[in-house]
């Protein structure tokens, strides 16, 4: 890229010189056609960077909306093999005290 830009630069100034303008001045017309295309594709590209951070914006927002999703179901995992080791815990007292009533 910084080839092209350096090409272009030489290619403008060579026009400049070629129409008998002097060096001082061939230079500055190039610097103000660089700023001009700057501005220009500055103010073309401002709607993608708007939309970009738009989607930025809904990504994170979807990705915090995931998180919560998960951390309750985490919660929801543990509460349910505490339950089932609870369960498994009564299954075995009560397996113990029919062995002992038989």
């Known amino acids: 890229m910084k080839k092209m830009e350096d090409e272009m630069q030489v290619a403008l100034f ?3 010189r070629s129409a ?6 061939a230079a500055r017309a190039v610097v103000v056609v ?11 590209i401002e ?10 914006v809904k990504l994170e927002s979807g ?3 995931m998180q919560t999703s998960i951390d309750g179901l985490k919660w929801y995992i543990i509460g349910l093999g505490s339950l089932m ?18």
Do not use: S
């Open 14 to 16: 060579r026009d400049r």
């Open 47 to 56: 709607p993608l960077k708007q939309q970009i951070a738009g989607l930025e």
């Open 85 to 102: 080791t609870g369960a498994i815990a009564i299954g075995a007292a009560l397996t113990a005290c029919a062995q002992f009533i038989k």
């Open 63 to 65: 990705l915090k909306g």
């Open 34 to 44: 660089e700023e001009q295309i700057d501005m220009a594709v500055g103010r073309a």
């Open 20 to 25: 008998n303008i002097e060096d001082e001045a």
